[in-house]
């Protein structure tokens, strides 16, 4: 198996470029032309891997692409599920390179999506074809190739209902996080859930001047400010009534295992360049980023944003903020209560709109169930080292609904690093786990089966 | 007099609206050109008008105009002040006609600079033609329009100290202020000074994934709008150190005298669609907006502002903004103190930086001087009322250095209204207005001369 994939190594990663050099970004609309070829090169890639079928089902949003070989009925069935949608690029002009202009500079594949996911999912198509090519398929195998991750998945509900019996399976893989290391590898055993919203406040009918009308008429851009700086206190404690009621707190035990995993804070602020660390008191860096919940501003704009200075008391202000959740946290309640909360701290000197954009549910998957055993073995097999349980702390809000629709839980083999920049300029793959996936995946089809029997 | 500026009528319009067709936004490089082309326009039309000469100075900045007509050394001298410069016109899409293709509609003038100032400095070169082809000039006559008001006028005080000489005069007469209603003639005695600064907070080194490392870096946005709210307390004091140490306080009689200018507090929150006004606990909107200093953010930017939903941790975020100044408030003092403070404030796990824009200071005429009399007279001849002497809340920087510089006061004896929007989408100027102006300017010459007698 080895050798085959070797002996194709520049056509796997060549292929991989021609897909990053498709700007799939499904968040702008623009690009709607791009995210069809994505789909249907992701396809073709599919069929020629040898695949018994695959075709591109259209939905209310993006295509999903969904393809299958079918070996066996006695034998388990795995679906593999990815995005080939892509976070915006902007701000383009900090990317060293075009993104959709894959590069390869030391050792890495620098373009938008190179990890995130199209590196990720790509690997799982090669190591089809690789276990077809090589009479090693131990499983059954089905696709599922989705284009609306980066913005939360909204039809893909509706798709895993309507076509439920096609995607029956035993177990889900997914490679779309992160090891610790190239030389310790971990496995995902829980991710955040996420509710995201869009807030604007509004004060006068217009765009009024600072000098005529400053210091008698709300200025809406200081109040939304005063609003954003409310929703925590000093100690970094979310203050919107209720928002932690659910939040499961962990164990002494759960904690010291958590904490156990290798990381250097100095390193980790050398490498951000920043004086300091800043979340929650009481929390470590690693429990801050993992499991507890966090409010953040994606985006906030308003008033004048040209080059010079212009006095204009704004009409509006707007921004962008996610909060992400933790088990047993759920999403369309926080939402709820942001909204209400939000509204009721508006003064009567503005008005204030509040927009749900996607959310999605908290995960966690148990480390003795028989999928987690198998791709702790394929991993200890191929990188020598047992990989370690960790608990991420961005958001798959699709795995939830694949337990709930599915009744499966999904294992979360992903081969990222911390360093590969996701949703930044510059994000970058390593050639080494790239093709360290390829190897990896065979042999987690390999332990399933036998643990199966 | 009326018959020469009835006669012409038409004409007078019509060469405003050629000015006001030439974008002239200082604040934006790419209008250099125009703004050269606007200087030209104004030069040849003060030589139209009859003047000894009128010629274009470079400055490092953009140029300025000076025309002058000397009829006699024995006869007072009167400087005329405006700016040919506008600001910026977006956001563009707010605008009912484009900003610069001037529609007339219910007796006003739309566009942008209509009011401010283009409409009200060339009522004075209307004025000058007036007075000349009606053998009717009492003064001579000095012209200086400049082309940086809007970017705080930064090289017009070297200007005027190179040329004290021609410049000098009796006094300086400015129309680029408001009355409080048409049938409520008024003449601006205070004026606000200001400070504005640019600032910038800086995480981490990159973009970041919110999912990854949320919670545990801080997030510039989140941190700006912290710094930003606790620039206030919760009665709308401003909290940095020493901001009020040299705020003049009126005293009872001077407030209930400013108090007793007409103003509807429900119209005025009908007038601006809002709920309610917003400002320093213990003082009344008039108040708010002429004798007290205030801070308003005029512009704030960062992270995804694009279409859709991006979980970013952006690694910076920038606001604009400023602070409007009174009696006796220094510029630089102020934008000292507020960089010390805001870079004091900072938390270790970000980098600040503030980058002062322009600066101003406040200004006051008293109302019993010959040239306040002057134009008191002028306006109760042509409006039929005596005018009321108000604090302005804007700002016209230039006012205090012509003090210093050319030793003499300035009267602000404008004639725009509060609806006029200015610095906002739909800026316009009143027919009635623009005429009134060309009316009552040479009134003023008449008393003027009268007084000094």
Not at 281 to 302: H, M
Not at 395 to 400: C, E, F, G, N, Q
Not at 407 to 421: A, E, P, R, V
Request: glycine share 8%; net charge negative; aromatic share 8%.
């Amino acid at each position: 198996m080895l050798d085959y994939i070797d002996k194709n190594r520049d056509r796997f990663l060549n292929e991989l470029l021609d897909l990053l050099r498709i700007p799939s970004v499904s968040a702008d609309s623009k690009f709607k032309n791009d995210m069809l070829k994505a789909a249907e090169y992701v396809r073709d890639r599919i069929l020629e891997a040898g695949a018994d079928r695959a075709e591109i089902y259209e939905t209310a949003g993006h295509p999903v692409v969904y393809g299958e070989k079918l070996i066996d009925p006695a034998l388990p069935t795995v679906l593999i599920y990815g995005h080939y949608d892509v976070q915006p690029a902007d701000p383009y002009e900090l990317w060293d390179s075009p993104p959709f202009e894959p590069v390869i500079k030391n050792e890495r594949i620098y373009a938008r999506g190179s990890c995130d996911d199209k590196g990720q999912f790509y690997m799982h198509i090669k190591a089809l074809e690789t276990m077809l090519a090589t009479n090693s398929l131990t499983c059954n195998v089905k696709i599922m190739i989705e284009g609306e991750e980066e913005i939360g998945s909204s039809n893909l509900g509706t798709f895993v209902k309507e076509y439920q019996e096609m995607l029956k399976c035993d177990t889900i893989l997914i490679s779309d996080t992160s090891i610790i290391a190239n030389d310790v590898p971990s496995i995902e055993t829980g991710l955040r859930g996420l509710t995201y919203v869009e807030v604007e406040v509004i004060g006068a009918n217009r765009d009024l001047h600072s000098g005529v009308y400053g210091g008698g008429v709300a200025n809406p851009i200081n109040v939304l400010c005063e609003m954003i700086a409310s929703l925590k206190d000093k100690n970094g404690h979310i203050t919107i009534p209720g928002f932690y009621d659910k939040v499961e707190e962990l164990t002494p035990d759960q904690r010291t295992a958590l904490n156990a995993a290798p990381f250097d804070l100095e390193e980790y602020k050398n490498e951000l360049q920043i004086g300091d660390v800043l979340g929650e008191e009481g929390y470590t860096t690693i429990e801050r980023t993992s499991v507890r919940p966090t409010l953040d501003v994606n985006g906030i704009w308003g008033g004048y944003i040209g080059e010079g200075a212009k006095t204009v008391l704004p009409s509006k202000a707007n921004a962008k903020i996610s909060m992400r959740l933790v088990p047993n946290q759920n999403d369309d309640e926080i939402c709820e209560l942001f909204t209400k909360h939000f509204e009721s701290i508006a003064p009567a000197s503005v008005k204030v709109k509040v927009v749900p954009h996607h959310g999605g549910l908290p995960y966690v998957t148990p480390t003795d169930s028989v999928e987690y055993k198998a791709a702790e073995m394929a991993m200890e097999e191929s990188f020598g080292k047992k990989p370690i349980p960790t608990r991420g702390g961005g958001s798959i809000p699709i795995v939830a609904l694949f337990e709930r629709e599915l009744g499966c839980k999904s294992i979360l083999m992903g081969f990222g690093l911390d360093i590969d920049n996701l949703h930044s300029p510059n994000e970058s793959y390593g050639i080494f786990n790239y093709y360290k996936g390829i190897e990896t995946i065979p042999l987690f089809f390999k332990h399933y089966a036998e643990l199966k029997k």
